[in-house]
């Protein structure tokens, strides 16, 4: 029987997709896992057939789907850590090994690239948009000069499950086996260095100091079983079919398929941020009867609070603060969680079906599959803005143009959305250059109707330092080159 791509709910040991995942790389339908990892961006600099034997000699690095499940049973068992590797190609990647451009894949943001600011956006089949230029709203001269140049290719080393100096160790060190090895091939353009920070109960947490990485659809049977810890999934579904994430491998065999990978660096200003929640804050106050502080401000903008709990669940004990199993159907007004929260603009759980009677599953096919991992300096409370600090941002999808652009051009990036007047995503918002961001409203009062509603705006916390659009192939298509 061959695959069926509609499916959800399966298992990584399925005898139908066995061959799939043998063929599929790793982190796309369940994360890695590790907590230090390296993305060595890379150009190739030979012809077209010694590009294809690099690819090839570099693919037996690469880990499966299969092997992925195969190293997580045995670091169970054993203790033993394993190495994880990811290989992606940008579309001059494709290019560089010479294939012709009919076998590319196909989606029209990864054809043009990440620099590009004419991605074209009416070919949706989804949408019926109008063309729109720079839907990213991005300022390419701004950005890190690496992410400017041209980039052929991404490979992701992770590695944990040991201390964490080791780990790092272990992984400069394969870096410069792989800068020794493919010297003359290869050049590595520049290499950015990923690490999972925690709180201390050993939650993920990002910069500006917010459980993340709770929300994501789950594609295993086994990973929805685990949203029982997390409230179960009776109001909220997260299980997704695998062609959310997963399109054809234009270059591989009937069993052969990829995803695409966004790639973000995003810097966040932490003191510029917590500073402007206690301004906020103070504004709310004043037109509150009790004192509203900047952690309540903070989960105004986020969506959750800084320990995970949902901002339209407060009201609610007993529950996880990774709670997840909820819906805006209470809250249809933006009366708890405001419209321009981050989480309820990229994942507006019902509120397109209410607002524009879209149907459900295609709010649903909207979702992305985010992989993202911190960089650099742990501290939390720094005395300077914009320090080293941000997130490395990676999504996968089955469409860049229908989820990941679709969410941050049409949601996030919206004032209108999902009302007129609700303001950009107060996170990850990007007005175009030339334009001050409109206010977003914010109430003073929980689940009041009659509470104040005052303009404030929240913007420019965090800055794209660069990025691409990547494919990740199937493991038959990079073994099948040179
Ligand atoms: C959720 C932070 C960038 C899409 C979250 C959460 C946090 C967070 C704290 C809540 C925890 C969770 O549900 O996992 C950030 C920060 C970012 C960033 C600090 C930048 C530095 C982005 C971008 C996008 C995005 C660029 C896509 C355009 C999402 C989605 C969710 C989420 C889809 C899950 C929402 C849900 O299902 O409820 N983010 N994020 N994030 N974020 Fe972000």
């Not at 092997?67 to 394993?82: E, L, R």
């Not at 079919?241 to 990978?261: E, F, T």
């Not at 509203?292 to 320990?307: M, P, S, T």
Request: glycine share 10%; charged share 20%; aromatic share 10%.
């Amino acid at each position: 029987m061959s695959a069926n791509l509609n499916q959800t709910n399966i298992e990584i040991d399925d005898p139908n997709f066995r061959a799939v995942f043998q063929n599929l790389q790793g982190n796309i339908l369940k994360g890695h896992g590790r907590d230090h990892s390296r993305h060595i961006f890379f150009a190739f600099k030979g012809d077209s057939d010694q590009n294809q034997q690099v690819l090839n000699k570099l693919a037996e690095k690469v880990t499966s789907a299969e092997a992925q499940h195969q190293q997580q049973s045995s670091y169970k068992q054993t203790g033993q850590a394993h190495l994880f590797v990811n290989l992606m190609l940008s579309c001059s990647g494709y290019q560089q090994l010479g294939i012709a451009p009919k076998d590319w894949p196909d989606d029209p943001a990864f054809r043009a690239g990440m620099k590009d600011l004419q991605t074209p956006f009416d070919t949706l089949p989804r949408g019926g948009h109008t063309p729109t230029a720079n839907p990213l709203n991005d300022d390419i001269s701004q950005w890190e000069s690496g992410f400017q140049g041209r980039i052929d290719g991404m490979l992701l080393l992770a590695l944990g499950g040991m201390a964490p100096d080791h780990a790092e160790r272990t992984l400069t060190a394969e870096v410069q086996a792989l800068q020794q090895t493919y010297d003359d091939n290869l050049e590595l353009l520049f290499v950015q260095r990923g690490h999972v920070m925690r709180n201390d109960k050993g939650q993920v947490i990002e910069h500006f100091g917010f459980v993340d990485g709770v929300s994501n659809p789950k594609f295993l049977f086994s990973d929805l079983n685990e949203e029982f810890r997390n409230g179960g999934y009776s109001r909220n579904d997260p299980s997704a079919p695998l062609n959310l994430v997963l399109v054809k491998d234009p270059g591989g065999n009937p069993d052969s398929y990829g995803s695409y990978v966004v790639y973000r660096k995003l810097q966040q200003n932490i003191k510029g941020f917590w500073d402007r929640l206690a301004l906020l804050a103070n504004h709310l106050s004043e037109n509150s009867s009790s004192p509203i502080d900047a952690e309540y401000a903070g989960a105004l903008c986020v969506g959750r609070f800084k320990d995970g709990t949902p901002v339209s669940e407060q009201g609610n004990d007993g529950w996880s603060n990774l709670f997840n199993n909820f819906s805006y159907d209470d809250d249809a007004d933006g009366l708890r969680c405001p419209f321009h929260a981050h989480t309820r603009k990229t994942n507006p759980r019902g509120d397109t079906v209410r607002q524009f009677n879209s149907p459900p599953t295609i709010e649903r096919s909207r979702r992305i599959v985010r992989r993202g991992i911190s960089y650099g300096e742990t501290e939390l409370s720094p005395e300077q803005e914009w320090t080293d600090a941000g997130l490395l941002f990676m999504c996968m999808q089955a469409s860049i143009v229908d989820q990941f652009i679709f969410m941050q051009h049409t949601w996030c990036n919206n004032a209108g959305f999902v009302r007129p007047g609700t303001g950009i995503d107060p996170l990850v918002g990007q007005a175009p250059a030339d334009a001050a961001p409109p206010p977003q409203q914010w109430r003073s009062g929980w689940s009041n109707p009659n509470a104040s509603t005052t303009d404030f705006s929240f913007a420019g916390f965090v800055k794209t330092q660069g990025g691409e659009y990547f494919f990740m192939p199937s493991l038959d298509f990079l073994q099948s080159l040179g």
